[in-house]
């Protein structure tokens, strides 16, 4: 047991609340880490500022593979540098290594992004019980009381020789502890299984599931069937959005579809189509 896992031992003194016990990272690398699929290392810490930032600092020396794992985050991060932070325990904030090398040309990695949405919704189904939605690009939704509320978020970062994918999912928040009211939990949500363990080796698993059809088609989304599922579970499709874009410029229209390059394409009210790549989507309503 190394001392990062010490600290996030099974002692009874070391939780204060028994509906949130910690992780148990030697169970949980008996069953992730097998020496012949992509887990390579497995770490849970107790707390720590942001495991994208930590992982992405030893991603040099680390291989493919690795996981890191935290109790608690003081410092998460979303895209456009929001902060993502909550209780100690109550929800999954990891970070994984991925290194495709020449096997993915790097146009494609883009779709790591899009790849961990979906592996991390098919994951949740089958361990949770719950549907969860994807919106464009990053974000993860449950339904809480018939509304559409966010309960995850991923944020890839470039490294030297590969890309961090960072995951932050909201478990058993309850709404008191919410940080802004259009936030959700799995628990909010009513999901009939809210144990962390179970759900993250399910998350993993699932990752190493696509991540592996994606890289034997070398990246190509559709051969890999990773771009026909997005579309079929991504919510913001056949919605009218407004996509905040880089340099402050806006774009109204209805969200048609997820192009080849990862890039949401949306039909304005003048009936061109834009792709983008890049920007916050707010959903203003469905179009039916």
Known sequence: MTPSDASAGTSAGRWSSLER??????????????????WTSLEVVASTGSTNTDL????????????????????????????????ARSGLFFSVLFKPGDAVPQEQW?????LAGVATATGLSRAAGVDTALKWPNDLLVGVAGEER????????????????GIGLNVTLTQEELPVPTAGSLALAKAPVTDREP???????SLEEWYGNWRAAAGDPAA????????????????????????????????????????????????????VGAGDVVHLRSVH
Do not use: F, M
Not at 21 to 38: I, K, Q
């Open 21 to 38: 016990p910690p992780l148990n990272a030697a169970a949980l690398r008996r069953a992730l880490v097998t020496g012949d699929g992509l």
């Open 224 to 275: 890999s069937g990773l771009q026909e599922t997005y579309a079929a579970g991504c919510s913001t499709l056949g919605r009218h959005v407004r996509a905040e874009l880089p340099g402050g410029r806006s774009l109204t229209g209805t969200a048609e579809a997820v192009d080849s390059e990862g890039r949401l394409v949306i039909r304005t009210a003048e009936g061109t189509h834009e792709a």
């Open 199 to 205: 759900l993250l080796k399910a998350v993993l698993r």
């Open 56 to 87: 992405a600092a030893r991603a040099p020396q680390l291989p493919e593979g690795a996981v890191l794992v935290a109790e608690e985050q003081s410092a998460g991060r979303g895209r456009l540098d929001r902060s993502w932070v909550a209780p």
């Open 150 to 165: 966010k309960t995850g978020g991923i944020l890839a970062e470039r490294v030297a020789d590969g890309i961090v994918v």
């Open 110 to 114: 883009g779709w790591l992004t899009l």
